[in-house]
């Protein structure tokens, strides 16, 4: 089985050969992998390197946690690749931004206006959560298309609060 | 002399404070909100009641709940913790006039050193230095505070009075951008707090923030138990403490600590409480503030003098004496404290909310965790975003660095984001290591990502790693599928298959 697995932006072409071994951007190497009972706990043994990995769901994709440090992955197989690459590839940076609360709170203020144009970096709004003040910054360039909260709101997470064109 | 104690807390501090109530053989109470039903304080206690709803306002602040739950369980004295209540002068006094003991100090102290306006005023007239500000208690209006600016002088800091944790806080290069941030200041203050009021202070640059932690009897007795070094912060909020601090002497130390155990007295002090400075460049000192309670840094004081403060606390409560003098301090090593929150560093230090899956805790030789959570533990957006205080011990603050670099590398939180690579950063970063540092550092020098970017990475092993859990849960999906397509339900399928084999 062959699976595209980008890992944060760099691609690795990556083969399942049988049990023991896969080829990584075409090299070969034998793996001894173990899944620790019951925990999201990975051993994986490879060329006599021990390495211990924390994985879970993330958004999308899995998050890897190794030698200290997260790494964001994505695993496509060759048919999940060619239906995206079809549709145009996901991440755009024109078309329509949705800004999501990335976590329940209260909005505080929104500083900015439907019109109004936004340099990257320029704070958006203003979320307390945790008993903590989060500004918002826009992601991007653009034009707030849409406001959808006002302040004194409660938002849930992940809800959508403004558009950014 | 009480024997059983409520804890009008949660979290990590509800669980420390209700192991030393254990370790002194002394009955609990929890009390709880009704996220924290499963909440290990809840578990661990001897006895549990219920508060009330989620946010605080209508669990862990409702004092009068609070006193009646420790009058109905007959728990005959309430520890406060940090944070919630235990700064409230009327809810000290509340306690008292319900026949409790409040295991913490006076009211009459808590309003003396609470309020920060009168805290600065009662230390300048024992003689204690204080940061230039808005001298006074009265309680001063916006416009009062634009025309006292310029004599502050810029840059200046917004503070709430009756603050604490940088919320409320605002600092304030210019008179034209004052208005705006008097206004947000005050908005924070009064979500925090209940209490709008602010005054101004000088901000003095290249400042360390040193504080001294004192313990007070009933019989006048007041000890200080060395110095905490607090000057790594971001906005305000402290991520990463250290006894002893890096710049002191033994000449500093017995000033600060004279200064420190004469503040106590000055308002008949009892219980534990911190006596915050600045120092800045020249060995200066300066009082900032008296925090009148137990700090959420207490262990490392404890790993270095070997006292326990909580024990302490309670011990005096009942009425005995200190079991210390002030010779019998001393500080022994060196030990480091890093604040493990539920942040993404690499996103502006962004909480974060959700479940946390796996977690494991360091341990080994010199290690100590205090947390409150567990694999399973929901991290909700009612209360702080504390996940638990890593705390080593060395025999030198070399030894205790290669120590806190193990423990971290140790520390594994699945679910949530947290700021462990932070503080790993923060533990290769030549400035830390140097001990030169002031309280600016981490906002505006210190660069995780250019720490980072030397560091041995290993996508290559992520992604065999990625790619064959994906693997395995692909081919896991279509056994399941393969069963299903039997013509009746796996359970009929279960017990026939037993039966046949019976």
Not at chain 1, 7 to 36: A, C, Q, T
Not at chain 2, 245 to 259: E, T
Not at chain 2, 322 to 336: C, M, N, P, R, W
Not at chain 2, 471 to 494: F, P
């Amino acid at each position: 089985m062959k699976y595209i697995t980008t890992i944060d932006e760099k691609e690795f072409l990556v083969e399942i050969i049988d049990d023991r071994h896969v080829s990584i951007d075409g090299k070969v190497v034998e793996v001894d992998f173990e899944s620790i009972q019951e925990q999201p706990v990975f051993s994986l043994i490879v060329d006599e390197k021990s390495y211990e990995a924390y994985v879970y769901h993330g958004e999308e994709g899995l998050e890897v946690l190794v030698k200290g440090r997260l790494y964001h992955s994505v695993v496509e197989d060759e048919r999940e690749r060619r239906l995206r690459a079809a549709s145009g590839g996901a991440v755009a940076q024109s078309g329509t931004l949705h800004l999501k609360a990335p976590m329940p709170g209260l909005i505080v203020a929104v500083s900015v206006e439907v019109g109004q144009e936004v340099k990257k970096g320029d704070v958006l709004l203003i979320l307390e959560s945790m008993k903590m003040q989060n500004e918002l910054k826009s992601p991007r360039d653009g034009v707030i298309s849409r406001i959808e909260v006002g302040a004194g709101d409660s938002v849930e997470q992940r809800q959508k609060m403004l558009s950014i064109e | 002399m009480f024997n059983k104690v409520l804890i009008a807390n949660r979290g990590e501090i509800a669980v420390r404070i209700l192991r030393a109530c254990r370790e002194l053989g002394l009955q609990t109470v929890a009390i709880y909100s009704e996220a924290d039903r499963q909440a290990m304080h809840v578990r661990y206690a001897t006895e549990a009641y219920l508060l009330g709803p989620a946010p605080s306002s209508e669990s862990y602040l409702r004092g009068d709940k609070i006193i009646e739950i420790a009058l109905k369980s007959g728990a005959g004295a309430i520890h406060p913790g940090y944070g919630f209540l235990a700064e409230r002068a009327d809810f000290a006094q509340a306690v008292e006039d319900a026949g409790l003991e409040f295991i913490g100090p006076s009211a009459s102290a808590i309003a003396a050193m609470g309020d920060k306006a009168i805290a600065r005023e009662t230390m300048m007239k024992a003689g204690v230095p204080v940061v230039p500000g808005t001298e006074g208690t009265e309680l001063l209006s916006d416009e009062e505070l634009l025309k006292l600016a310029p004599d502050v002088g810029f840059p200046l800091l917004i503070k709430a009075t009756a603050g604490g944790g940088g919320k409320g806080m605002r600092e304030v290069t210019n008179i034209e951008e004052m208005p705006t941030l008097l206004k947000s200041a005050r908005r924070e203050a009064k979500a925090a707090f209940g209490d709008d009021n602010v005054y101004l202070e000088k901000l003095i640059l290249g400042a360390r923030h040193i504080e001294i932690q004192i313990l007070a009897d009933k019989h006048g007795n007041v000890v200080h138990l060395t110095e905490r070094e607090c000057s790594l912060q971001r906005r305000h909020q402290k991520l990463l403490e250290e006894a002893p601090s890096p710049i002191m002497d033994d000449d500093l130390r017995k000033r600060m600590g004279a200064v420190a155990v004469q503040a106590g007295q000055a308002v008949n002090y009892e219980s534990a409480g911190t006596i915050e400075c600045l120092v800045d460049s020249e060995k200066n000192f300066y009082f900032l503030e008296m925090n009148t309670r137990l700090q959420v840094e207490h262990p490392i004081t404890e790993l270095v003098t070997g006292v326990d403060i909580v024990k302490e606390q309670i011990r005096v409560a009942r009425g005995r004496k200190l079991s210390f003098a002030q010779e019998d301090i001393q500080v022994k090593g060196a030990a480091i404290e890093c604040r493990i929150n539920a942040e993404d560093p690499h996103n502006n230090f962004m909480p974060s909310t959700g479940r946390i899956s796996h977690i494991v805790l360091p341990s080994g030789p010199g290690v100590r965790v205090d947390t409150g959570v567990y694999s399973g533990f929901e991290i909700t957006p009612y209360y702080d975003s504390m996940i638990s205080k890593l705390i080593v011990w060395g025999e030198t603050r070399a030894q205790a660095i290669l120590r806190m670099r193990r423990a971290l590398a140790e520390y594994k939180v699945v679910g949530v984001r947290t700021n462990i690579p932070f503080h790993q950063a923060m533990m290769d970063s030549h400035r830390f290591m140097g001990g030169q540092f002031d309280t600016r550092f981490v906002e505006e020098e210190f660069s995780m990502e250019e720490i980072v970017e030397g560091k041995e990475t290993f996508p290559d092993i992520a992604a065999i790693v990625a790619t064959l859990v994906m693997h395995d849960q692909t081919e896991r999906a279509a056994h399941v599928v393969r069963r299903g397509e039997r013509d009746t339900s796996n359970w009929k399928w279960l017990s026939r298959w037993e039966r046949l084999n019976r």
